[in-house]
């Protein structure tokens, strides 16, 4: 007899989970983005302009990540790995909150502020354990490093992964994402025609498109509900509660 298949939970999670241990979207009225267009700091215009300015914003965000703690929306996901289900987790943040908390598949759809790249070769990337980029700091074929994040109207390298990802679900769980940022917002039409997809958000009700299940419910409440269930059951499900909501 053929080993029964994992369940397979694909989770596509934006800011609203981060926002919850503390770090800022750049939609937010204060913190870091408040004073800082994203034409300024987040756009390859903006680092041919003033690169020093773009690192400066980075190094200020990447420090703000390393103070940042994961949520119990991060650790329950964590957790349901461990139970045994096959969690993949693909993220528009690029903080390693979901890595911290104990995730071992996470794909990170807008990179990673924990690492710079070269300007001449992006599959050169280099970690940064502490401290920031400056200028002159340059890779091994001699171009300055940036931050290895993709800026707004940069492509998305690892989109069509992310699309493979959400084809292979059993369950499709969206958290804490306006759904408004494309080509990402566009990943849910590509989930199997009979995976069940549930939004966690506190404005799940006006965010979700037709057919989505809403949990209208900040990340570190909803996502750690559902994973209690799928934990009793030993199965991905719409329990009753959520499904009616």
């Not at 807008?110 to 790249?117: P, T």
């Not at 990340?219 to 509900?225: H, Q, S």
Request: negative net charge; hydrophobic residues 40%.
């Amino acid at each position: 007899m053929a080993e029964q298949r994992a369940p397979h939970l694909v989770v596509f999670t934006g800011a609203g989970i981060s926002a919850e241990s503390g770090i800022q979207t750049f939609r937010a009225e204060d913190g870091l983005w408040a004073n800082h267009p994203v034409e300024e700091v987040a756009t390859p215009r903006a680092w041919r302009r003033d690169p020093a300015k773009v690192l400066e914003f980075y190094n200020q965000r990447r420090d703000q990540v390393r103070r940042a703690r994961p949520n119990a929306a991060h650790k329950a996901l964590a957790a349901l790995e461990k139970q045994g289900f096959r969690v993949s987790i693909i993220t528009q943040n690029i903080d390693d909150l979901h890595e911290r908390a104990g995730s071992r598949q996470v794909l990170h759809l807008h990179g990673e502020i924990l690492k710079a790249r070269s300007t001449v070769d992006r599959r050169m990337q280099y970690p940064l354990p502490r401290g920031g980029i400056e200028l002159g700091d340059i890779c091994d074929k001699g171009s300055q490093l940036r931050p290895d994040v993709v800026w707004f109207g940069e492509e998305v390298p690892h989109f069509a992964d992310a699309c493979e990802l959400v084809g292979e679900a059993d369950l499709l769980l969206v958290v804490g994402t306006s759904l408004a940022v494309m080509p990402a917002a566009s990943l849910l039409q590509y989930a199997p025609l009979d995976a069940p997809c549930v939004l966690v958000d506190p404005e799940a009700e006006l965010l979700a498109p037709p057919g989505v299940t809403r949990l209208s419910e900040p990340a570190g409440r909803g996502v750690p509900a559902l994973v209690r269930h799928w934990s009793r059951e030993g199965r991905l499900w719409l329990p009753e509660t959520v499904a009616a909501s």
